[in-house]
């Protein structure tokens, strides 16, 4: 899947560029949409290929992953797939790859494939940490329960949210604070709480300051369409006043600043979030 391009995924794609440009071949990396597991993804599919693209490579080619495509077995995958369709020369995989009809594929199936169909393989080692293997499904729960630090040295960046500014209530700008409500593309998010961020739009780099809950302050008489359980992520950028509704917005998840709390009144509240403003402007002036 290549789901949030980490440390792993990273050695594996760029030795490929590498032995590419060193043949004047064509650097690709195939990959699936959706998930097969059907896991929450680190990344949408949209954040993974500017990451990849990112790392070098020249194509990637994503699989429609539906249940036709689930019943090819591991041999027709390699002969109909990587050979006929693609054209492989050279195969890199990580050791623990599993691929075909009920996962049967590994790579002793790509090893004994590989001198029938005269391709070489390369198979990496699952790099550890911690004394843990890195997968995906490991940075997915350190960013579940907030080690961030941990998370961002595994994937070699920091966590980041790629979503669109969609309309809110607008309540924010009523209280002084313009947000920009976003709709993430995918589905494993940090804990709720309040961020210092900085924000990647139409490649400019700007500081700013995000929640992620509930609102728990807010009745139904300000938060339209709020419910009990709906998760909201808003970011206030610091000095910016452009209209972005149906923009793309990069989220990067430097610090958590406290976390999500309900508060006696929307007074209160937006007290509080002045002090959260001055103190994530202090970590920027600082750093």
């Given at each position: 899947m290549f789901d949030g391009v980490h440390r792993g995924h990273r050695e594996i794609l760029k030795a490929a560029v590498r032995q590419a440009r060193r043949m004047?071949?064509?650097?690709i990396v195939v990959t699936f949409w959706p998930h097969p597991q059907k896991e929450e993804s680190l990344y949408s599919l949209e954040h993974r290929l500017?990451?990849?693209?990112?790392?070098?490579?020249?194509?990637?080619?994503?699989?429609?992953?539906?249940?036709?495509?689930a019943r090819i077995s591991a041999s027709n995958f390699v002969k109909d797939i990587l050979i006929k369709k693609i054209g492989v020369h050279y195969l890199y995989v990580g050791k623990n790859f599993r691929f075909g009809?009920?996962?049967?594929?590994?790579?002793?199936?790509l090893k004994k494939l590989s001198s029938v169909c005269n391709f070489k393989l390369?198979?990496?080692?699952?790099i550890r940490s911690r004394n843990q293997p890195i997968s995906s499904t490991y940075i997915r729960a350190l960013i579940k329960k907030g080690d961030l630090l941990t998370a961002e040295k595994l994937l070699c960046h920091p966590v980041t949210v790629l979503g669109t500014v969609t309309k809110g209530a607008r309540l924010g700008r009523r209280l002084g604070f313009p947000t920009a409500n976003?709709?993430?593309?995918h589905e494993v998010l940090p804990p709720q709480?309040?961020?210092a961020v900085k924000i990647i739009f139409n490649q400019r780099q700007l500081n700013g300051i995000c929640y992620i809950g509930t609102k728990p302050t807010?009745?139904?008489?300000?938060?339209?369409?709020n419910t009990q359980y709906e998760k909201h992520i808003e970011v206030y950028i610091f000095n910016f006043k452009k209209n972005i509704y149906g923009q793309y917005l990069e989220i990067q998840f430097l610090k958590k600043i406290r976390?999500?709390?309900k508060f006696a009144s929307l007074l209160a509240l937006v007290k509080q979030v002045k002090k959260d403003i001055i103190l994530v402007k202090r970590l920027f002036s600082c750093h």
């Open positions: 004047g071949g064509t650097s500017r990451l990849i693209e990112e790392l070098g490579i020249d194509v990637c080619i994503v699989i429609n992953f539906n249940q036709k495509f009809k009920n996962a049967k594929g590994d790579y002793r199936t390369k198979v990496f080692a699952v976003i709709n993430p593309h709480g309040v961020y807010l009745n139904t008489q300000y938060a339209i369409r976390d999500e709390r």
